[in-house]
């Protein structure tokens, strides 16, 4: 079992920066890839970002490419969404997700959701 806690959202201008933590409880952290996705009002929740259970291999959404970055921290199970030259329709809100295995950017694929955070960035 893995449980997961987002945290880091708020509401930033068009532009700015903001690094949402995705802290993970389980000594299995490790051996899970870990995916951030977004969903807005009214949208499938869609992939964003994620990133091998080694931290060796990142993908990231073509939307986000140049912006976001991905990064974990398994000694501190911690997974990170560091979001630069944010745009207002980066709002939505964020939920990291695990699987065991690699990444991938169907949602049904993965095993374990977080609760979610909301991202808001204003013009």
């Known amino acids: 079992q893995v449980q997961l806690v987002e945290s880091g959202g708020g509401l930033v201008q068009a532009g700015g920066s903001l690094r949402l933590s995705c802290a993970a409880s389980?000594?299995?952290?490790?051996?899970?890839?870990m995916g951030w996705f977004r969903q807005a009002p009214g949208k499938e929740r869609t992939f964003v970002a994620g990133?091998?259970?080694?931290?060796?291999?990142?993908s990231l959404a073509a939307s986000v490419k140049g912006r976001f970055t991905i990064s974990r921290d398994n000694a501190k199970n911690t997974v990170y969404l560091q979001m630069n030259s944010l745009k207002p329709e980066d709002t939505a809100v964020y939920y990291c997700?695990?699987?065991?295995?690699?990444?991938?950017?169907?949602?049904?694929?993965?095993?374990?959701w977080g609760q979610g955070t909301q991202v808001t960035v204003s013009s």
């Open positions: 997700a695990a699987r065991q295995g690699g990444v991938v950017v169907t949602t049904k694929e993965y095993d374990y």
């Open positions: 389980g000594r299995t952290f490790s051996s899970y890839a």
């Open positions: 990133v091998t259970w080694s931290g060796g291999s990142t």
